[in-house]
């Protein structure tokens, strides 16, 4: 009786505009990473461009060694989700909320104790919001080719 109830409370959407709100979250996460370490970028002086091409290369490597294959087993999962019209939360797994939970508490706390001055932090944003904003590409890809891609396997 209480498992009808809860699944007739649920906030149920189909699989493919569950790709969509996981890339619109991954856009948001990586364009508020982006716009925040952009903003700060210009605090430090000098190597401007060494500095933009360390970002670029530390964003693309987050990117093709940790985000493209979280991207893809996120895409994947929400593909071959059991129900048709799953929870508008399941975009992440629990596992995934307590890691971004831990990664959002990090960089809070890492931020005001002032440990990096915000040049650094600047640039440790846009590393992290370049692969982040990549990823949200991937989900976008599967939502607009949702008939081409449904039920696939990892």
């Known amino acids: ?7 007739s409370i649920k906030p149920g959407i189909p699989r493919r505009y569950l790709l969509f709100i996981a890339a619109i979250v ?3 996460a990586g364009g508020m990473l982006l716009y925040s370490g952009v903003s700060m970028f ?3 002086k000098g190597f401007i461009w060494l500095r933009i091409l360390i970002c670029i290369t530390g964003g693309g490597l987050f990117y093709f060694l940790l985000f493209y294959k979280i991207s893809l087993k ?8 059991k129900y048709d019209y799953p929870c508008m939360f399941s975009f992440f797994s629990i596992k995934s909320y307590i890691m971004m939970a831990f990664m959002i508490t990090s960089g809070i706390l890492l931020r005001k104790s002032g440990i990096l001055s915000p040049g650094y932090m600047s640039e440790l944003y846009i590393t992290m919001g370049i692969p982040l904003f990549l990823s ?3 989900f976008y890809y599967y939502g ?11």
């Open 74 to 81: 996120h895409s994947i999962r929400i593909l071959n989700l």
């Open 1 to 7: 009786m209480t498992t009808g109830f809860i699944h």
């Open 42 to 44: 210009c605090t430090v």
């Open 136 to 138: 949200s590409l991937r």
């Open 26 to 28: 991954w856009t948001f």
């Open 144 to 154: 607009i080719n949702y008939r081409q891609f449904k039920n696939i396997s990892g």
